[in-house]
T-cell receptor, first 112, second 113 residues
Framework: DTGVSQDPRHKITKRGQNVTFRCDPI?????LYWYRQTLGQGPEFLTY????????KSRLLSDRFSAERPKGSFSTLEIQRTEQGDSAMYLC??????????FGDGTRLSIL | QQQVKQSPQSLIVQKGGISIINCAYE??????FPWYQQFPGKGPALLIA?????SEKKEGRFTISFNKSAKQFSLHIMDSQPGDSATYFC????????????FGRGTQLTVWP
């Protein structure tokens, strides 16, 4: 069991740049979730997929955010025209349907 | 977006003591209540979870107590150890689908020797 893998672990970028994060779920899991966590807060839901279908999106997921899971395996989260407020830890989780979510160690995004 | 209220925000316990963290929820549509443990620089790790059809669930030193009428649930860590020092999050979700989770703000636990 290799767990949920996220890449990169840290990303530093200038305001206005685009960034993309990758998540590789636990291999047999058909569900994949994205959350965002800021300092001193719990994770906040962004979106989730079942296989390649995006089943739910939070209002937090503005037009600048897009997530994909094209083949039902890994997923990418892209943020366009980054803003200071996007600085956060972006967490990915995966699960079998009806089973608990297992989280990766996240990608920490810092906007200069 | 956070609908589950968690307290206290921080907790300091002596080694060997009992750590108690409380959460309150509002929406009775939620019927799945997990607790996650998070160490600095790591993602949350599932500790233990409960559904409202049981009032208590125990796994090792960790126990969840659930009070359905009061819409409250709590995590008890018995014989707390310095290695338990971490941030603990309660969460709520819909057990039928186990989709999105709503997390509390977290409790930073420090266990001193």
């Amino acid at each position: 069991d290799t767990g949920v893998s996220q890449d990169p672990r840290h990303k530093i970028t200038k305001r206005g740049q685009n960034v993309t994060f990758r998540c590789d779920p636990i291999s047999e899991h058909n569900r994949l979730y994205w959350y965002r966590q800021t300092l001193g807060q719990g994770p906040e839901f962004l979106t989730y997929f079942q296989n390649e279908a995006q089943l739910e999106k939070s209002r937090l997921l503005s037009d600048r955010f897009s997530a994909e899971r094209p083949k039902g395996s890994f997923s990418t989260l892209e943020i366009q025209r980054t803003e200071q407020g996007d600085s956060a830890m972006y967490l990915c989780a995966s699960s079998d349907q009806g089973q608990p979510q297992h989280f990766g160690d996240g990608t920490r995004l810092s906007i200069l | 977006q956070q609908q589950v209220k968690q307290s206290p925000q921080s907790l300091i316990v002596q080694k060997g003591g009992i750590s108690i963290i409380n959460c309150a929820y509002e929406n009775t549509a939620f019927d799945y209540f997990p607790w996650y443990q998070q160490f600095p620089g790591k993602g949350p790790a599932l500790l233990i979870a409960i559904r409202p059809d049981v009032s208590e669930k125990k796994e090792g030193r960790f126990t969840i107590s659930f009070n359905k009428s009061a819409k409250q649930f709590s995590l008890h860590i018995m014989d707390s150890q310095p290695g338990d020092s971490a941030t603990y999050f309660c969460a709520e979700g819909r057990g039928s689908t186990l989709g999105r989770l709503y997390f509390g703000r977290g409790t930073q636990l420090t266990v001193w020797p």
